[in-house]
T-cell receptor
Framework: DAGVIQSPRHEVTEMGQEVTLRCKPI?????LFWYRQTMMRGLELLIYFNNNVPIDDSGMPEDRFSAKMPNASFSTLKIQPSEPRDSAVYFC??????????????FGNGTRLTVT | DQQVKQNSPSLSVQEGRISILNCDYTNSMFDYFLWYKKYPAEGPTFLISISSIKDKNEDGRFTVFLNKSAKHLSLHIVPSQPGDSAVYFC?????????FGQGTRLTINP
């Protein structure tokens, strides 16, 4: 089990550029979550999917943010255009419902985004 | 609106002593609570959990206590070891969503 895989690990971009973060969940997991970590707010839930369908995107900060899950093994989080205040660590996590509704999340190692 | 709060950004404890990390929540609909541990440059990893129908869950050196009436939970680590130095996140689950606190940085001093 390779765990949740995120790419890239680090991304440095200029304000106004498009940024795409990628995630491969653990095989067989049917839930996928995107979180953002900042010093001020800790880990914030941005959006989550169940069986590739977006269920709750109420945490997405603005229309500049969008997320897709075209299949069970891949998801993207896109920011267009990016702004310096988007600088944070973005985590992807997945879980399976086959072990009950309270099975824990498994996190990737995150993408550290810096927007200058 | 911070539904899960960890009011101590940092905590320093001597090796061998007990570490107590605290967490408060506001939403009474939360029915499951978890603690995650995070090392630098890694994602959070699951540590221990507790259902709202219980008031205590123990796993080795780690014990989580839940006080529903006070909407408060705590994580006890005893004895504390240098490898326990990390950021600890409290999380509460409701309607498939996991809401995290801001985290507490625990430092174990030799």
């Amino acid at each position: 089990d390779a765990g949740v895989i995120q790419s890239p690990r680090h991304e440095v971009t200029e304000m106004g550029q498009e940024v795409t973060l990628r995630c491969k969940p653990i095989s067989g997991h049917d839930y996928l979550f995107w979180y953002r970590q900042t010093m001020m707010r800790g880990l914030e839930l941005l959006i989550y999917f169940n069986n590739n369908v977006p269920i709750d995107d109420s945490g997405m900060p603005e229309d500049r943010f969008s997320a897709k899950m075209p299949n069970a093994s891949f998801s993207t989080l896109k920011i267009q255009p990016s702004e310096p205040r988007d600088s944070a660590v973005y985590f992807c996590a997945s879980r399976t419902s086959s072990r009950g509704w309270n099975s824990p999340l498994h996190f990737g190692n995150g993408t550290r985004l810096t927007v200058t | 609106d911070q539904q899960v709060k960890q009011n101590s950004p940092s905590l320093s404890v001597q090796e061998g002593r007990i570490s107590i990390l605290n967490c408060d929540y506001t939403n009474s609909m939360f029915d499951y609570f978890l603690w995650y541990k995070k090392y630098p440059a890694e994602g959070p990893t699951f540590l221990i959990s507790i259902s709202s129908i219980k008031d205590k869950n123990e796993d080795g050196r780690f014990t989580v206590f839940l006080n529903k009436s006070a909407k408060h939970l705590s994580l006890h680590i005893v004895p504390s070891q240098p490898g326990d130095s990390a950021v600890y996140f409290c999380a509460a689950q409701g309607a498939q969503k996991l809401v995290f606190g801001q985290g507490t940085r625990l430092t174990i001093n030799p």
